[in-house]
């Protein structure tokens, strides 16, 4: 579809939101790196290419711009710690009684955990380099 053309493309599906997320994991170490390095932003460019070329050659839906897959990435990624917010907060407030919270369906329970898988590798990895450099500044 194309971007200029006025219309509304259509919604992404749960299988594009997996696909999504296993493509984003194959490439974490990239896509989830906070350097503002020129080689790590030439690096992510090149990784999200990668992951628009392979998203749309799956087929599992209308082709997606990069945009909207980084789009549809962040709004995923925003929602899902919303979510860990709120069922936290809610957890916390809770001052007894009252039915426990309806369970996910299946497809969104599989999106967001391995969304919070990534996250938590995401966190892991930053942890070791800070690490790193720790060491080699002491050393």
């Known amino acids: 579809m194309a971007e200029n053309s006025g219309l509304r493309a259509r919604y992404i599906t749960a299988n594009e939101k997996t696909m999504l997320v296993s493509l984003n994991e194959e490439r974490s170490d990239i896509l989830f790196n906070k350097s ?4 790590i932003i030439h690096k992510k460019k090149a990784a999200w ?4 070329n392979l998203f749309n050659a799956a087929g599992y839906g209308p082709p997606r711009s990069q945009q909207q ?3 549809v990435w962040e ?3 925003g929602k899902a710690k919303e979510k860990q917010h709120a069922v936290h907060k809610r957890e916390t407030m809770r001052t007894g009684g009252g039915a426990p919270p309806k369970p996910e ?3 969104t329970a ?3 955990l391995s969304l919070e898988m990534t996250l938590m590798v995401r966190r892991m990895n ?3 380099m800070q690490f790193r ?3 080699n500044h002491i050393l």
């Open 126 to 128: 930053w942890t070791v």
């Open 133 to 135: 450099v720790l060491v």
């Open 69 to 71: 897959l980084k789009k």
């Open 49 to 52: 290419e990668e992951v628009t």
């Open 36 to 39: 503002h390095d020129f080689r």
């Open 110 to 112: 599989k999106f967001f």
């Open 105 to 107: 369906d299946e497809e």
């Open 75 to 77: 709004n995923a990624k």
